[in-house]
Every structure is written in C-alpha cells, then in structure tokens.
T-cell receptor, first 112, second 113 residues
C-alpha cells in the first residue's frame, strides 16, 4: 500500500461546478497537509497548507483534513477554465523538514 | 522578488553520461530540496541541503549527489545516467526550522537517450 493514494482522474467538469479532490494516507505520523497546483511543464504551486485536523478556506478553495479517517479533501467553488491543472496532495510528519510525500496528482479539466 | 530559479530548462543526455542541474532559492530562503517527478507521477524527494550539508535523503542511489554554496544556491549531480533517470527535476526552497511550506521552481526536464 502506498503511503498516499490519490485518484489520477482525469476529472472533467463544466465551468461553475464545485470540484472535490481527495487523498487518503496510511501514515498516522503525518501532521502537515498541503495541496499544490501544477500546470503543464511547470513546477508545483502551493495552494493550501494545513497543520493537523480541521478546515481552511482561502477564496474559492477549502481544504479539509480528517486525521481520524486519514482523509484530506480540496474543494474548489465556482470552478473556472483557468483552474484546469493537475492537483497534487502532499503531506509530511513533524521534523521531516522538506521531505514531502506526494500523491500522483489528479488532472482536472474545467470546460467553458 | 525572484522566485526559485532553475537551469537549464531542458537537457538531453545519453546513457552513462553525467549531468549537473542548478538552483537558486527564493530570496530569504536558506534551505534547498530536490525532487524527481516522472511522467504521470507525483514528485519524489531526493535530498535536502541546509548550511551546505545534506540534511535528509530519500531513497535514491549514490549516483545522485548534491552541493549547496554559501549563497544558498544548490547543484544536483547525477552520474552514470540511466534511461530511467529521464524526468522533471524540481528544486524547492524554504526557511529552515519554520514549517513544511516549499516553493518550487519550474524544473529541469532531463531526457536520457
């Protein structure tokens, strides 16, 4: 079993839809949870960062962490064609200092 | 404010050759991490440098080595290239001892023929 599982998609939605992206993990030591967005042939861009459990909202983006279920989610409201990208979840344990464990990424396409 | 910069953007090598990739961290950052991203996969941690020393290493062979300079910039060296080393090599910078927020460069696309 991989440490982090993420459905690679692809996921195609119409403009304005609510998008739900998810990852599951097996390592209970993970405490830091991140979502990165990666456009084609570019490096990952940090979207959301959460420490431990709970919700975090930033504009159209909401990140949720459920440590009891080892499950994290990213919601995108009012999705736009410019949101079309690959979304990577990443996580790490305390003291790992830069050693992030990434999911495979979910490729999202938002159609006008 | 310049972000993380990497050079070159693209590189083509043949099996058995050696390659050096370069990275300049974001202004104010002192720690550099290197990742390998194969096509269709998430990035995999190679190693991290702080104060010119390798601090952590992922599951990569000794053919992968690195260096950090006093100005915090870094190099990734790969010897005896294999076809399987073809990937996007990403550099990420951060501030040591704060948190796990990494800022990535656009990467170097390495093709090994």
């Amino acid at each position: 079993q991989k440490e982090v599982e993420q459905d690679p998609g692809p996921l195609s939605v119409p403009e304005g839809a609510i998008v739900s992206l998810n990852c599951t993990y097996s390592n209970s030591a993970f405490q830091y949870f991140m979502w990165y967005r990666q456009y084609s042939r570019k490096g990952p861009e940090l979207l959301m960062y959460t420490y431990s459990s709970g919700n975090k909202e930033d504009g159209r983006f909401t990140a949720q962490v459920d440590k009891s279920s080892k499950y994290i989610s990213l919601f995108i409201r009012d999705s736009q064609p410019s949101d079309s990208a690959t979304y990577l979840c990443a996580m790490s344990s305390r003291g790992s200092q830069g050693n992030l464990i990434f999911g495979k990424g979910t490729k999202l396409s938002v159609k006008p | 404010d310049a972000g993380v910069t990497q050079s070159p953007t693209h590189l083509i090598k043949t099996r058995g050759q050696q390659v050096t990739l370069r990275c300049s961290p974001k202004s104010g950052h002192d720690t550099v991490s290197w990742y390998q991203q194969a096509l269709g996969q998430g990035p995999q941690f190679i190693f991290q440098y702080y104060e010119e020393e390798e601090r952590q290493r992922g599951n990569f062979p000794d053919r992968f080595s690195g260096h950090q300079f006093p100005n915090y910039s870094s190099e990734l060296n790969v010897n005896a290239l294999l076809l399987g080393d073809s990937a996007l090599y990403l550099c990420a910078s951060s501030v040591w001892g704060t948190n796990e927020k990494l800022f990535f460069g656009s990467g170097t696309q390495l093709s090994v023929l």
